[in-house]
């Protein structure tokens, strides 16, 4: 059974980094075939792709978080990572990680969600 | 990037039939995606592709498109129907979603 599970701070300051990482179970992100990626949803909002990552390192961003976004993959310890620099308190959210299908592009497998705020 | 416009809420009377749609250019080139969410909860994927169910979602529910809208019908709404519903969709940066649309079970 497929389970990812994000962690990290629940809280952050403006100005600084945002990191989370998603730990994957049940799938080895080396296996290939799947897209590793990054969603948020604001509160009481829809929600908003921010980017994925293959096992390889090809990445693709969402056009309006490019310039402060990173996505990286860990085979070794089978967990991808999100950085999103320069945070602003508009970048609050529920921050979930999610398994694409390479082929079809849907997200089959979600890890829970966790919120991050930013505030000082 | 592209967008997906959703209605943000539509209600359906318990056992009658609901459709849900999505609009946007991408949907002309590719097939939406439809996640279900309850408050809470991360989303869950209904419906993908041209009209597929994954396992252990009920076949009330199906998908179609024309054009450059999507749609997801529920026949025969259930109570645990109630949820937000967002449409999803490749585009030439990667992927969008829509607003999602709020489902209420009358």
């Known amino acids: 059974q497929v389970q990812l599970q994000e962690s990290g701070p629940g809280l952050v300051k403006p100005s600084q980094t945002l990191s989370l990482t998603c730990n994957v179970s049940g799938a080895s992100i080396s296996s290939g075939g799947y897209f590793w990626s990054w969603i948020r949803q604001h509160p009481g909002k829809g929600l908003e792709w921010i980017g994925y990552?293959?096992?390889?390192?090809?990445?693709y961003h969402n056009p309006s978080l490019r310039s402060r976004l990173s996505i990286s993959v860990d085979m070794s310890k089978n967990q991808f990572s999100l950085n999103l620099s320069s945070v602003t308190a508009a970048d609050t959210a529920v921050y979930y990680c999610?398994?694409?299908?390479?082929?079809?592009?849907?997200?089959?497998?979600w890890g829970q969600g966790t919120l991050v705020t930013v505030s000082s | 990037s592209s967008e997906l416009t959703q209605d943000p809420a539509v209600s359906v009377a318990l056992g009658q039939t609901v459709r849900i749609t999505c609009q946007g250019h991408?949907?002309?080139?590719?097939?939406a995606t439809w996640y279900q969410q309850k408050p809470g909860q991360a989303p869950v994927l209904v419906m993908y592709?041209?009209?597929y169910r994954p396992s252990g979602i009920p076949d009330r529910f199906s998908g179609s498109s024309s054009g450059s809208t999507a749609s997801l019908t529920i026949t025969g709404a259930q109570a645990e129907d109630e949820a937000d519903y967002h449409c999803?969709?490749?585009?030439?940066?990667?992927?969008?979603f829509g607003g999602g649309t709020k489902l209420t079970v009358l």
């Open positions: 999803n969709c490749r585009d030439g940066s990667g992927t969008v």
């Open positions: 991408s949907l002309r080139s590719y097939y």
């Open positions: 999610a398994r694409v299908s390479s082929g079809s592009y849907y997200f089959d497998h």
């Open positions: 592709g041209k009209n």
């Open positions: 990552s293959d096992y390889t390192g090809i990445t």
